[in-house]
């Protein structure tokens, strides 16, 4: 069993940033952040493969949101600049054993997610 702890997250303007981590209990394949907005379904933002730091990002972040790791400390970070509203959601950290994929259904541990909030 991993366990995903992860903070940062809360209210923000418009134009602001915000950085969001997650510590896990072991080291992953890969790790991703995904986030979740009222009536919408899950969707991917970003992944990083964990051996050679590959990131990943949806067009929607693309240019905006940047995810790095700490092999060592077993972390992952999102680094989130220039929010817009359409960015309020819960995002959830979450580990993989074997691969990284934009599926939420594939992955193998969720964090406890946590609430980012931009205000226009």
């Known amino acids: 069993q991993v366990q995903l702890v992860e903070s940062g997250g809360g209210l923000v303007q418009a134009g602001g940033s915000l950085r969001l981590s997650c510590a896990a209990s072991g080291p992953p394949y890969a790790m991703a952040w995904f986030r979740q907005a009222p009536g919408k379904e899950r969707g991917f933002v970003a992944g990083i493969w964990w051996r050679n730091g590959r990131e990943y990002y949806a067009d929607s972040v693309k240019g905006r949101f940047t995810i790095s790791r700490d092999n060592a400390k077993n972390t992952v970070d999102l680094q989130m600049n220039n929010l817009k509203p359409e960015d309020t959601a819960v995002y959830y950290c979450?580990?993989?054993?074997?691969?990284?994929?934009?599926?939420?259904?594939?992955?193998?541990?969720w964090g406890q997610g946590t609430q980012v909030t931009v205000s226009s």
């Open positions: 979450t580990w993989h054993r074997s691969t990284m994929t934009s599926n939420p259904n594939h992955y193998d541990y």
